[in-house]
């Protein structure tokens, strides 16, 4: 027995040496070569490429609503008080348009984004569409991620008090310090082996966010109301401005409400496309604004209390929580902390981490699948792109972000439109995937795409 078992270690040994040896060169990364369904013969691609198999359209109706539950239900949702106000009502339901819209074509042909935009774009000029949304995601998954770590902070200070005096080795040109880097470090172990469950089965974590965080969230308030007596008096101010500086306030509100949502815009057919049925795609139109509407009145609410009990506006969850001690306030500061993790998980999922992976694997479909796309991405957000930099940095980082809405907002356009109006729904699904075919266009690139592209984006940049 003792002879098998060593015999079985010293097999698995030398397979595990001859493995790595093999990831010595780059010929040993490339992906085992699947038959595909439609790409030419010498056309690499993959199952994470392809029109989605059968058995992996596992998503109806009540997991595309739980989908847009987990990225909505989250810190910066809570944090965002314009949708309390006609501007973030109106935004809302703009914005649910172009998803639904887009998010039938994943729904209908189950193909990812990156294979949607070479309809519209032709197969090079896509590239551009997939690296715009792709600069995008490791951005907003970076900054996502160090909310999550906040959060992650909250619930080891609550368990260990004592966290909160470890000594900080770190110099201040770190930019972070030695608890927060710990908290860092243990969220991203938290995050990562829930961020490599295949998409077709994140429909359970899904459903298990949109349960944890309203109940949470509304526990919140209801501590916050209790302790104040009432809701505050955010609701008494006097108004500031008025006339036109107020009017361009509303439309700046509802530029920014609808463009933070240009992203998902384009994220939505990634999603969509692991649907079995393209019915659930259009009653999503009635629940966003509403979801949205409702985090961002718990926010407001629970912000206004804070003024009466601490005596100024604390907006984040997370640093309402850091004012709770004692015992019931660290129990309290626990809960909390794991709703944010929680939430902050789902809306990496929703938002960036599979988005941008499906873009990866658009690039490099000899060597990137799901499941290495996922590494690159979160190792990229998490640690090389030094999140809390990005989160504490001069406003001009933050607003190159803002401004890349700028290009997704016509993306989107553009591909809703095409598939819409100029296609008539219709695609050529086998095309999408061949060089030298209907969606070649005449050199490349459709020079039509390219020219509304530059129409609707020169406007917004003067």
Known sequence: ??????????????????????????????????????????????????????????????????FWCSDALNAQG??????????????????????????????HYHIPYPIVARASFGYYLSRFAVVTRMATALFWHAIQSWTGSTAMFQIIRAIWPNFLNIPNRLPESAGITSNELIAHFVFFCVQFPILLTPPHKLQYFFAFKTLIVPVVSVATVVVMVRKAGGVGDIWNQEYTTSGSARSWIILNNFSSQCGGWATMATNIPDFTRYMHSSRGVYWQALFLPVINLLMSMLGVISTSCAKVVYGEYIWSPLELAAQWDGPGGRCGALFVGFCWVVAQIGTN??????SCSNDLISLFPKYINMR????????????????????????????????????????????????????????DVPALYRRRDRYWYTSVVNWRAAAAFIISVVPNTQ
């Open 349 to 354: 999922l929703s938002a960036s981490v599979i």
């Open 372 to 427: 290495r796309g996922v590494i690159l991405t979160t190792f990229t957000s998490c640690w090389i792109m030094v999140p809390w930099k990005i989160v504490y940095s001069a406003s001009s980082l933050l607003t190159f972000m803002s401004e890349l809405a700028i290009f997704l907002a016509p993306i989107a356009a553009l591909l809703c439109t095409d598939y819409w109006y100029v296609k008539g729904r219709n695609f």
């Open 1 to 66: 027995m003792a002879i098998d078992i060593q015999g079985t270690l010293s097999t698995a040994k030398r397979r595990t040496i001859a493995n790595l040896e093999k990831k010595a060169h780059l010929s040993g990364w490339v992906l085992e070569r699947q038959a595909t369904s439609f790409a030419n013969e010498g056309t690499w691609s993959n199952i994470d490429s392809d029109v989605t198999p059968l058995e992996r359209r596992t998503w109806g109706s009540w997991s595309l609503l739980d």
């Open 78 to 107: 809570w944090e965002g008080p314009s949708a309390i106000i006609a501007a973030g009502i109106t935004g809302g339901m703009v914005e649910a348009i172009p998803l639904m819209l887009n998010g039938a074509i994943g729904a």
